[in-house]
């Protein structure tokens, strides 16, 4: 039988939210749904208010069990999708939308070995005492993807628990799904992006030490960790970056490798804020893509990028006077 570790995250990032890496033996009965959620899109919200909905029914914690890393990841490394949420924005976006309490299955060699009928018995009903269970139509879960809708209604009634199947939400003519809002990004589609999401597609993380190379050419900006090195978007935009003061604030941001200073760059983030001039190394932010201006490009030299830097400002500038 696999038992599985458990530890509790600390809840600085969601203070509201019990969250678990592992599965623990749980103190009662919970409603839990199952995903990977990733972008957490409108779909994944129909989800998330549906069992929110169907756990105050029935005095029940609403719960969310994911995987980290994404199967796909595990599984085909070279072939997953790109992420559209790292595990923290995802967090922050379940307690949002009203999770208390969210398991993290490190999803390993260990774990895609077990049995559907055992994950049903021994994860679902031994441990977390699921009596509610939610799950997309075309979820499979357990080694070699053998569970799915059918099994798990069928081990409903014997275990004592109710399943109900979320089906598709459709917008804008579209399915929605985190390939449909990846899709959208790749395109430069932002506004169909928002359309699916329900928001602006976003990035968060970590104020980052540069080198500078923004401020000696007259356009300063701060770096944003990125946590993969696979964004589902490039180019230059019009973002507004949140975390540092109560008003979000404007500016044009680059996503790439800077082919015209870097030769084997890493993707990086970098926000060139409008009139400001604070130090906010190591502060957290979030930055909200608005409009894609361009593609990234390579210039001959650096006066040419400086010329070009100065326009994409420019436009950035009358993108958010005519909004």
């Known amino acids: 039988m696999f038992t599985p570790r458990v530890s509790i995250i600390q809840a600085f990032v969601c203070p509201t939210m019990l969250i678990f890496r592992g599965i623990p033996a749980s103190d009662g009965p919970v409603a839990l749904t199952i995903g990977n959620f990733d972008g957490v899109h409108l779909g994944?919200?129909?989800m998330l208010q549906r069992m929110e909905d169907a756990a105050k029914k029935r005095g029940l914690p609403a719960c969310v069990m994911t995987f980290e890393p994404h199967p796909r990841e595990f599984f085909t490394p070279d072939q997953a999708p790109t992420r559209l949420t790292n595990l923290r924005e995802k967090l922050e976006l379940f307690e949002a939308y009203g999770v208390e309490q969210v398991f993290i299955c490190p999803f390993n060699k260990r774990f895609s070995s077990i049995a559907a009928d055992e994950f049903v018995s021994e994860m679902l009903h031994h441990r977390l005492k699921a009596k509610w269970m939610l799950i997309g139509d075309d979820f499979r879960f357990g080694a070699k993807r053998a569970g799915d809708l059918a099994l798990l209604s069928e081990a409903g009634p014997r275990l004592g628990f109710e399943v109900e199947a979320m089906h598709s939400v459709m917008e804008a003519g579209l399915r929605v799904s985190s390939t449909a809002v990846r899709d959208a990004l790749a395109d430069g589609n932002l506004g169909l992006a928002h359309t699916l999401l329900g928001r602006p597609y976003s990035i968060s993380g970590r104020v980052e030490h540069g080198d500078?190379?923004?401020?000696?050419?007259?356009?300063?900006?701060?770096?944003?960790?990125?946590?993969?090195?696979?964004?589902?978007?490039?180019?230059?935009?019009?973002?507004?970056?949140?975390?540092?003061?109560?008003?979000?604030?404007?500016?044009?941001?680059?996503?790439?490798?800077?082919?015209?200073?870097?030769?084997?760059?890493?993707?990086?983030?970098?926000?060139?804020?409008?009139?400001?001039?604070?130090?906010?190394?190591?502060?957290?932010?979030?930055?909200?893509?608005?409009?894609?201006?361009?593609?990234?490009?390579?210039?001959?030299?650096?006066?040419?990028?400086?010329?070009?830097?100065?326009?994409?400002?420019?436009?950035?500038?009358?993108?958010?006077?005519?909004?």
């Open 212 to 323: 500078n190379l923004g401020h000696k050419i007259g356009f300063p900006t701060a770096n944003i960790q990125l946590k993969h090195n696979r964004p589902p978007l490039w180019g230059i935009f019009a973002v507004e970056l949140h975390g540092i003061g109560d008003k979000p604030l404007q500016g044009a941001a680059s996503l790439g490798v800077r082919p015209t200073v870097k030769s084997n760059g890493r993707p990086t983030l970098e926000v060139h804020v409008f009139n400001f001039d604070r130090q906010i190394y190591n502060q957290h932010v979030r930055v909200d893509f608005l409009h894609k201006l361009r593609d990234e490009m390579k210039f001959p030299d650096l006066e040419t990028l400086t010329a070009q830097i100065a326009a994409d400002v420019a436009n950035t500038k009358r993108f958010f006077e005519t909004r």
């Open 44 to 46: 994944h919200q129909a």
